[in-house]
């Protein structure tokens, strides 16, 4: 990516691409270094499909933390699935990244 997302929605968006492209080097730079695992194993990476965001609370340019609500669909074993997660960001040295997230 060119430029570093600017708001924590822009992030998750792509994030959620990163899964789509099984891209685990986008993944864990994203990652806040408080939360981030050690690696990425992706070989069992469902096929994801869509995006939708829920909801947003800050995580603007000018803030420094953000949640985004979001459901993601996904194919695995021919089924199709739903993962929907309130995600926590924060903004660091004009970075974003994700800490981590409920799933619901």
Do not use: C
């Not at 994030?15 to 408080?34: E, G, I, Q």
């Amino acid at each position: 990516m060119t430029n570093p997302p600017r708001t924590a929605e822009e992030l998750m968006r792509s994030r959620f691409d990163a899964f789509k492209r099984a891209d685990p080097d986008w993944l864990l730079a994203t990652w806040h270094p408080s939360t981030r695992p050690a690696g990425l194993d992706l070989a069992d990476n469902p096929r994801w499909r869509g995006l939708q965001i829920l909801e947003t609370e800050a995580g603007g340019p000018d803030d420094t933390e953000g949640v985004v609500e979001f459901r993601a669909s996904y194919i695995a074993d021919g089924e199709l699935g739903i993962l929907q997660e309130r995600s926590r960001f924060v903004r660091e040295d004009g970075r974003w990244y994700y800490v981590d997230g409920d799933v619901r």
